[in-house]
């Protein structure tokens, strides 16, 4: 006993004997038992219970029982000593060893400890197997973290499945987010299935929030309540690129809630309306078939990615009809006429109404592809065309105009004033009437430069001595030798093609007459029972059944077989009176009449 003042307090030691007369106390512990102030050393006793491991120190009036440490103890005691990873991991290694109360007692023992000491990281992580499958202890510590402002830590791992938390427990977790952190709320949007939560409750409030401009910064402090916290916006980022977050969001959240027209439309008009930087926005459209309701929203499509949008346009015209994508492009100009111009190119009757729109387009806007539609179009307007494109001094489109129009004189005239001879010259071929080549000749006159690109280009439209017999005694030509010189190049070189070309009919008359003359010569079989097509008897058999007289035979080329007598008969009734001539005469003047009637 040891002596407190003047009470003699019982000592209960752990020795360990080292020499014969020396212990080391391994431990030692004060026992203050009842009525210990009265009991004297010789009134304690201690006994073993050896099935229960069990010591037991007793007096008169009281009993300690005493074991051995358990896991219990040893968890109890590392707690005690802060030392808490290793807590954490004999939790996890010896988890078959301790109870389900035990389990969880010391596990939200450790997960309240790292709160206290501000360790989030360390505490969300070992959530999951703390926390397990049970969804009230994951709401519990998604409560603790939330009046800590971590939310964020945990997030990433809070479950969405074995288990799963009630439905507005998720919705809450999302408008903690919209309202505290973009960025997070965003991810949990991309990460977080459908099912777990109202989309359309969420596409609400990020409406709320946009109109209401809560993701500015330095805006009025709005709070949402999770439990009894309550929270202030703390948004980081321009106000732009907040915003596209947002918008990014919200057509996630049209798409999971099946609204795919009101998703393309947040699309198109966000941020990620670049192609190449959103998403396959083509895509939805056709596997959604949202062709006719994407009419409303043609501008924006093209915005998007011009050549796939026209490639829809074009390909379903039919649910995107021409006069409504024309009507909703009307006052973007550039986008009006490529996409006229892919329709039109691809089918004309479609573009009939708009074809005064397109001529003034192309001549604003793209003049090169002006030619190719005036080419094309069979319904232009040519008095208008023509005084469109003079103004605009587009002189090849309107000489093709004029060309069209039949008024070539006219043409001719305009092309030899603004263009080059060549020019004159090629619309002369092109048209290649007489009158034409005199006008050009005559407008030549006088012109040497008209003149040596008459005689250099003129080849064979013309004969060169028209050009050459208005050319002046006095008038210099450049480069006139050349010229002659050329000119007697082409008309060999004519001469020589003709005749080559005549060889060739020649040879190939020959070749056609011979095969003739020997298809002519080829043998024609006469089966026993070939008919006649006039009596429809057996060819080789009496004309007249009553008669033993065999009629001869005429065979045509075309294979059709007669008795004489009857296409003689047949003959005379249809050509009335004949000459009589003899049957090799008659033959060679007949004609098969079965050919002849068809």
């Given at each position: 006993?040891?002596?407190?003042g003047?009470?003699?307090?019982?000592i209960?030691?752990?020795?360990?004997?080292?020499h014969?007369?020396y212990?080391?106390i391994?431990n030692?512990e004060?026992?203050?038992?009842?009525?210990?102030?009265?009991?004297?050393?010789?009134?304690?006793?201690?006994?073993?219970?050896?099935?229960?491991?069990?010591?037991?120190?007793y007096?008169?009036?009281?009993?300690?029982m005493?074991?051995?440490?358990n896991?219990?103890d040893?968890?109890?005691w590392?707690?005690?000593?802060e030392?808490?990873?290793?807590?954490?991991?004999?939790?996890?290694?010896?988890q078959?060893e301790?109870?389900?109360?035990?389990?969880r007692?010391?596990?939200?023992r450790?997960?309240n400890?790292m709160?206290?000491?501000?360790?989030?990281?360390?505490?969300?992580?070992n959530?999951?197997d703390?926390?397990?499958k049970?969804?009230?202890?994951w709401?519990k510590?998604i409560?603790?973290?939330?009046?800590?402002?971590?939310?964020?830590?945990?997030s990433?791992?809070?479950?969405?499945s074995?288990?799963?938390l009630r439905p507005?427990?998720?919705e809450i977790?999302?408008?903690?987010?919209?309202?505290?952190?973009?960025?997070?709320?965003?991810?949990?949007?991309?990460?977080?299935?459908?099912?777990?939560y109202?989309?359309?409750?969420l596409?609400?409030?990020?409406?709320?929030?946009m109109?209401?401009?809560?993701?500015?910064r330095d805006?009025e402090?709005?709070?949402?309540?999770?439990?009894?916290?309550?929270?202030?916006?703390?948004h980081?980022?321009?106000s732009?690129h907040v915003s596209g977050?947002?918008?990014?969001?919200?057509?996630?959240l049209?798409?999971?809630?099946g609204?795919?027209?009101?998703a393309?439309?947040?699309?198109?008009?966000?941020e990620s309306?670049?192609?190449?930087?959103?998403?396959?926005?083509?895509?939805?459209i056709?596997?959604?078939?949202l062709y006719?309701q994407?009419?409303?929203?043609?501008?924006?499509?093209l915005?998007?990615?011009?050549m796939?949008a026209?490639?829809?346009?074009?390909?379903?015209v039919?649910?995107?009809p021409?006069?409504e994508?024309?009507a909703?492009?009307?006052?973007?100009?550039e986008?009006?006429?490529?996409?006229?111009?892919?329709?039109?190119?691809?089918?004309?009757?479609?573009?009939?109404?708009?074809?005064d729109?397109m001529?003034?387009l192309?001549t604003?806007?793209?003049p090169?592809r002006l030619?190719?539609?005036?080419?094309e179009d069979?319904?232009?307007?040519?008095?208008?065309a023509?005084?469109?494109?003079?103004?605009?001094r587009l002189?090849?489109?309107t000489?093709?105009?004029?060309?069209?129009s039949?008024?070539?004189s006219?043409?001719l005239?305009l092309?030899?004033d603004?263009?080059q001879v060549?020019?004159?010259i090629n619309?002369?071929?092109?048209?290649?009437?007489a009158?034409?080549?005199d006008?050009l000749?005559?407008?030549?006159?006088?012109n040497?430069?008209?003149?040596?690109?008459l005689l250099?280009?003129?080849?064979?439209h013309?004969?060169?001595?028209?050009?050459i017999?208005?050319i002046?005694?006095?008038?210099?030509?450049?480069k006139?030798r050349?010229?002659?010189v050329?000119?007697?190049?082409?008309?060999?070189?004519q001469?020589?093609?003709?005749?080559?070309?005549?060889?060739v009919?020649v040879?190939?008359c020959?070749?056609?007459?011979?095969?003739?003359v020997?298809?002519?010569k080829r043998?024609?079989?006469?089966p026993?029972?070939?008919?006649c097509?006039?009596?429809?008897?057996?060819?080789?058999?009496?004309a007249?059944?009553?008669?033993?007289?065999?009629?001869?035979?005429?065979a045509?080329?075309?294979s059709?077989?007669?008795?004489?007598?009857c296409?003689?008969t047949?003959?005379?009734r249809?050509?009335?009176t004949?000459?009589?001539?003899?049957?090799?005469?008659?033959a060679a003047?007949?004609?098969?009449?079965?050919?002849?009637?068809?």
């Amino acid at each position: 006993a040891e002596y407190m003042g003047e009470e003699k307090v019982p000592i209960f030691m752990i020795l360990n004997p080292t020499h014969l007369n020396y212990c080391d106390i391994i431990n030692e512990e004060m026992l203050k038992m009842q009525d210990y102030r009265n009991c004297n050393p010789c009134d304690y006793n201690m006994c073993c219970i050896y099935e229960d491991n069990t010591y037991v120190v007793y007096n008169g009036m009281d009993i300690i029982m005493g074991s051995p440490r358990n896991l219990v103890d040893h968890l109890n005691w590392l707690f005690e000593n802060e030392i808490y990873d290793e807590a954490l991991k004999t939790i996890k290694n010896r988890q078959s060893e301790l109870k389900e109360e035990q389990f969880r007692d010391f596990g939200f023992r450790y997960l309240n400890v790292m709160l206290a000491r501000n360790e989030y990281e360390k505490a969300a992580i070992n959530c999951g197997d703390i926390l397990g499958k049970n969804a009230d202890y994951w709401e519990k510590f998604i409560y603790a973290f939330t009046q800590q402002g971590e939310l964020k830590t945990l997030s990433t791992f809070i479950p969405t499945s074995d288990p799963q938390l009630r439905p507005q427990f998720y919705e809450i977790i999302l408008l903690f987010f919209l309202r505290e952190d973009h960025t997070q709320f965003l991810t949990l949007i991309k990460q977080w299935p459908s099912h777990l939560y109202s989309a359309q409750v969420l596409i609400d409030e990020v409406k709320d929030t946009m109109e209401k401009g809560r993701f500015k910064r330095d805006h009025e402090e709005d709070s949402l309540s999770v439990g009894s916290l309550s929270t202030t916006p703390r948004h980081t980022g321009s106000s732009a690129h907040v915003s596209g977050m947002l918008l990014e969001a919200l057509a996630l959240l049209y798409q999971r809630n099946g609204q795919y027209y009101e998703a393309l439309k947040v699309y198109l008009s966000g941020e990620s309306a670049v192609a190449g930087k959103g998403p396959d926005v083509f895509g939805i459209i056709d596997k959604q078939n949202l062709y006719s309701q994407m009419v409303s929203e043609v501008e924006p499509l093209l915005k998007y990615d011009k050549m796939r949008a026209l490639d829809i346009l074009e390909k379903h015209v039919d649910e995107m009809p021409v006069n409504e994508c024309a009507a909703r492009l009307k006052d973007s100009r550039e986008f009006l006429l490529e996409y006229l111009d892919r329709i039109y190119f691809s089918d004309p009757k479609q573009c009939v109404l708009f074809h005064d729109k397109m001529l003034r387009l192309y001549t604003e806007l793209n003049p090169e592809r002006l030619m190719a539609f005036l080419k094309e179009d069979p319904d232009i307007d040519f008095q208008r065309a023509v005084s469109l494109c003079s103004q605009k001094r587009l002189w090849k489109e309107t000489v093709e105009l004029l060309r069209r129009s039949g008024d070539h004189s006219r043409a001719l005239r305009l092309t030899l004033d603004n263009l080059q001879v060549q020019d004159a010259i090629n619309y002369c071929k092109q048209v290649d009437e007489a009158f034409l080549w005199d006008q050009l000749i005559d407008a030549s006159k006088g012109n040497p430069g008209y003149i040596s690109g008459l005689l250099n280009n003129i080849g064979t439209h013309v004969d060169p001595i028209k050009v050459i017999s208005k050319i002046d005694r006095d008038l210099e030509i450049p480069k006139l030798r050349d010229s002659l010189v050329k000119i007697l190049q082409d008309y060999n070189l004519q001469t020589n093609l003709t005749d080559g070309c005549n060889r060739v009919l020649v040879k190939d008359c020959f070749d056609l007459m011979s095969r003739m003359v020997h298809t002519q010569k080829r043998g024609l079989l006469v089966p026993t029972i070939r008919l006649c097509l006039l009596c429809g008897s057996s060819i080789v058999s009496p004309a007249n059944q009553s008669s033993s007289y065999v009629s001869d035979v005429i065979a045509f080329n075309c294979s059709h077989v007669f008795h004489s007598d009857c296409l003689i008969t047949s003959t005379t009734r249809r050509t009335a009176t004949r000459e009589k001539l003899s049957l090799s005469r008659q033959a060679a003047e007949m004609f098969c009449p079965q050919c002849e009637s068809a």
